[in-house]
Structures are given as C-alpha cells and as structure tokens.
C-alpha cells in the first residue's frame, strides 16, 4: 500500500510539472524551452504509472485519478498560492475516498 501511494504521488507530480510547463509556455508566453521538461515530466507519468500493481491498467488509472485531482489542489495552494476553499477540501477528500475504494477494495482471487 505505501508503495502505491509513493508511486502514485510520483505520478501526479510529474504529470502535474509536465501539465504546467505547458501551461507556462502556451498561457504565459514563455519560451518554447518549456516544453522539453514538460515532455520529460509527462514520460516519467506514464512510467511510474506501470509500476502499480494491478492486474488492469484501467483500474490503476482510475485510483490515480484521485490522487492527482488532490495533488492538483496541493499545486494550486502550495506553488500558485492561491489557497484551497472548503469545497476544493471536501471534493479532493471524496475523490481520494473514492480511489481507495477502488485500489484497495477486496476483489476475489
């Protein structure tokens, strides 16, 4: 279990500074140099991602869905400064629920 979590945490980090360096790049008007770590960060993604241990690539996808909408409201607070509302809070809580249930929840062998 912790190591899912670490590896999904990795996950979401780089598929979040792969998103922004887009992001920078495209809505900020920044150089075009941008992209070569956003397309670094993006594999690193998708890497990591294969490293969940589940028989479904769907199922892992799924489960990681919910740690990235609540990594997403940590990049927003912790690197935009803009701080989360109670609804961000109560809506990457039930998310993460929801992707434990689905990681975790017991499937017959």
Not at 36 to 58: E, H, K, Q
Not at 71 to 84: D, F, Q, V, Y
Not at 98 to 109: H, K, S, W
């Amino acid at each position: 279990m912790a190591k899912a979590l670490l590896i999904y945490a990795g996950a979401a980090l780089a598929e979040i500074a792969g998103c922004f360096a887009f992001w920078v790049w495209l809505r900020s008007g920044k150089s075009a140099v941008w992209v070569l770590p956003g397309i670094v960060s993006l594999i690193v993604f998708a890497w990591l991602l294969t490293l969940i241990d589940s028989d479904y690539a769907g199922r892992a996808y799924a489960a990681y869905g919910g740690v990235y909408v609540a990594a997403s409201i940590g990049w927003l607070w912790l690197l935009e400064g803009a701080r989360p509302d109670r609804w961000d809070i109560i809506g990457a809580a039930v998310i993460l629920f929801g992707a434990a249930i689905i990681l975790f929840g017991p499937r017959p062998t």
